[in-house]
């Protein structure tokens, strides 16, 4: 199951009809009740798309976390958008197996995820401390700047489990707007995922 705000709003159910913002977070039913399937069979629980809603739910937050890690036969992803200091999920960073930081190669993206680095690997996981890794999206040509951006991130300190490069590719993001391949492990972004799917299941399966 995946918990996000516009990217599955593109997504359609298997019957062809759009996904509805009536079953969320914000409808306030059972995560069961809220969930909806998406074509390849995938769940999702649409959250707030607005700051605004989101600090709403300022004492739902909390409470999420646990409930989502608790979920018999789920493996949950949870985009929680760009992190910040005061931003209300970063609550379910402390119920979290692994966590993924996603950052580009401009200047301002990479400034930002330093700063943020540290106080993500202090809250995931709770107590426990869990995997924190990063995905660098480039294209695919680009590995020198990848390598670049690995090098700033290890002279911040903070122990990573991985940085990896994700590559930059348009028709592999089509997936996430709704469209199909009959190949989809042709595709750049599929394939540059695998070795970090790989370590985020082996985290979920040490977690678990």
Not at 78 to 86: E, F
Not at 105 to 120: A, F, G, W
């Amino acid at each position: 199951m995946t918990c996000r705000t516009t990217l599955p709003t593109r997504q359609r159910s298997p019957t062809s009809a759009p996904v509805t913002m009536s079953r969320s977070l914000l409808s306030m039913k059972p995560v069961a009740a809220a969930a909806q399937q998406v074509v390849g069979g995938l769940e999702v629980l649409l959250g707030p798309p607005f700051p605004e809603q989101a600090g709403g739910l300022q004492a739902t937050w909390p409470q999420l976390g646990p409930l989502l890690a608790r979920l018999p036969r789920h493996d949950v992803v949870a985009d929680l958008g760009r992190i910040g200091v005061l931003t209300p999920q970063n609550a379910l960073l402390a119920s979290a197996d692994a966590a993924v930081l996603v950052v580009d190669t401009s200047p301002s993206s990479v400034v930002h995820l330093r700063h943020r680095l540290r106080p993500v690997s202090d809250t995931v996981g709770g107590a426990y401390g869990v995997p924190v890794h990063v995905a660098v999206v480039a294209p695919p040509k680009r590995t020198q700047t990848v390598r670049e951006i690995r090098d700033a991130l290890t002279a911040t300190g903070v122990e990573l489990a991985g940085v990896h490069h994700l590559a930059y590719d348009e028709r592999g993001a089509h997936l996430f707007q709704g469209q199909t391949t009959s190949r989809p492990d042709k595709l750049a972004l599929v394939r540059s995922a695998g070795p970090l799917v790989a370590e985020l299941a082996a985290a979920v399966a040490h977690g678990s």
